[in-house]
T-cell receptor, first 111, second 120 residues
Framework: GQQVMQIPQYQHVQEGEDFTTYCNSSTTLSNIQWYKQRPGGHPVFLIQLVKSGEVKKQKRLTFQFGEAKKNSSLHITATQTTDVGTYFCAGPGNQGGKLIFGQGTELSVKP | EAGVTQFPSHSVIEKGQTVTLRCDPISGHDNLYWYRRVMGKEIKFLLHFVKESKQDESGMPNNRFLAERTGGTYSTLKVQPAELEDSGVYFC??????????????????FGPGTRLTVL
């Protein structure tokens, strides 16, 4: 079945260091979404990428969608303690509507 | 605008008991989804309502799980009888449905705070 793989599972960084999480789908995606879940919280939508090779930026966050629309990445420049949480990528399921989530990357930032 | 709400926030029950989770989506959102996250693993899809109709229930683990959305407003997810492996955080999410030129596209999903279910 359709799978979305995400690495790494955990990432511990010193405040100010950069962070990247990678997402790979077993099938071509029409779009990919990114969510952030703070500790004890719930997933919150960050962004959706639709076009092949698309790059979008939100302040220190840079999101990329691969040319083949099967992979994506999220890069955070100069991490801050407020960046702590689990970052999920998610692609649409075969039947539409539902999201197939990656395993998530848990980011911890040491001040 | 009120967000997605879920009740209860926590539930601790014994194996074999019944639990009913409730989700109130954002007003006007036709799409309602149930997901589950078990022990820090990935968030797994359970089912999808469009208004009161079940659009996709391919993620429901077994017939111990029953979801309803009477009237197309709030939804309930009942687990009966609960088993140990049902423990986890159950998230509800809702989204608008965009219809455009004969096909539908789906946009961001708004998640509720979740119900943490512990089965002992």
């Amino acid at each position: 079945g359709q799978q979305v793989m995400q690495i790494p599972q955990y990432q511990h960084v010193q405040e100010g260091e950069d962070f990247t999480t990678y997402c790979n789908s077993s099938t071509t995606l029409s779009n990919i979404q990114w969510y952030k879940q703070r500790p004890g919280g719930h997933p919150v939508f960050l962004i959706q990428l639709v076009k092949s090779g698309e790059v979008k930026k939100q302040k220190r966050l840079t999101f990329q969608f691969g040319e083949a629309k099967k992979n994506s990445s999220l890069h955070i420049t100069a991490t801050q303690t407020t960046d702590v949480g689990t970052y999920f990528c998610a692609g649409p399921g075969n039947q539409g509507g539902k999201l197939i989530f990656g395993q998530g990357t848990e980011l911890s930032v040491k001040p | 605008e009120a967000g997605v709400t879920q009740f209860p926030s926590h539930s601790v029950i014994e194996k074999g008991q019944t639990v009913t989770l409730r989700c109130d989506p954002i007003s006007g959102h036709d799409n309602l989804y149930w997901y589950r996250r078990v022990m820090g693993k990935e968030i797994k899809f359970l089912l999808h309502f469009v208004k009161e109709s079940k659009q996709d229930e391919s993620g429901m683990p077994n017939n111990r799980f029953l979801a309803e959305r009477t009237g197309g407003t709030y939804s309930t997810l009942k687990v009966q009888p609960a088993e140990l492996e049902d423990s986890g955080v159950y998230f509800c999410a809702s989204s608008q449905r965009l219809g455009l030129a004969g096909f539908s596209s789906y946009n961001e999903q708004f998640f509720g705070p979740g119900t943490r279910l512990t089965v002992l």
